[in-house]
């Protein structure tokens, strides 16, 4: 299925230049793997990259420059697709993680063990990752999780199954790049569990009072 929400262009200028958090650059890469549009904005963001290294430019960006360099992304013309991964099948196995998930939590599904959470929500939490968490999660079928926002970054793919929200339905490939303005509460839809890598850089801030005082036993 071809992915229908991307990586926001500021997270591709982070990834380019090696600044994003390594848990958050994990789903990015996952995301990558397969997803054409974002492989082509990736090559763009490289192009931008360079062009800065060619001008020496040392110090932080100023929003001026930042907002600069996001339109340069907008408006340059699509380059060459990136080169896939040598293990990378188009038609891909769906019981088969993205390559880049591999050194955390295998190749297959079928080999994963989970942990439950809470009810109807599994986990797998990657240890020995710096920048954040990165955990796999299986939520059942027409769930509704907590309404919550975010204290920092969050990136998660969805990797089987779908889930809606405010910002519409996410189906097996995309990805929400998410901020800490970002209120949401996802729906899995119903039939097979969802299934999602999800990394982020700072707890989750939940809505419910509920929830807020069971999040220390959850994790998240």
Request: proline share 8%; charged share 20%.
């Amino acid at each position: 299925m071809k992915p229908t929400h991307h990586l926001d262009d500021a997270t591709l200028l982070s990834y380019s230049a090696g600044a994003l958090p390594a848990a958050l650059a994990v789903v990015a890469s996952a995301h990558l793997e397969r997803c054409a549009t974002c492989r082509e904005h990736l090559l763009d963001a490289d192009q931008i990259g360079g062009m800065l290294l060619q001008q020496q430019r040392v110090e932080a960006p100023d929003d001026d420059a930042r907002a600069a360099m996001l339109s340069l992304l907008d408006h340059e013309p699509a380059l060459a697709p990136m080169a896939l991964p040598a293990d990378f099948v188009e038609a891909h196995d769906p019981d088969r993680l993205p390559s880049a998930l591999h050194p955390w939590f295998g190749k297959s599904m079928h080999a994963l063990r989970w942990r439950r959470v809470a009810p109807g929500v599994q986990r797998i939490l990657a240890s020995s990752i710096a920048g954040g968490d990165l955990m796999l999660l299986r939520i059942a079928p027409g769930s509704k999780l907590p309404l919550h926002s975010h204290s920092g970054n969050e990136l998660t793919m969805i990797l089987d199954g779908a889930y809606d929200d405010m910002l519409g339905h996410f189906g097996p490939g995309d990805v929400a790049d998410l901020d800490g303005e970002t209120l949401h509460q996802p729906v899995t839809s119903p039939g097979v569990p969802c299934i999602c890598v999800a990394a982020t850089d700072g707890p989750l801030k939940f809505s419910g009072w509920v929830a807020r005082t069971l999040q220390p036993l959850f994790g998240f």
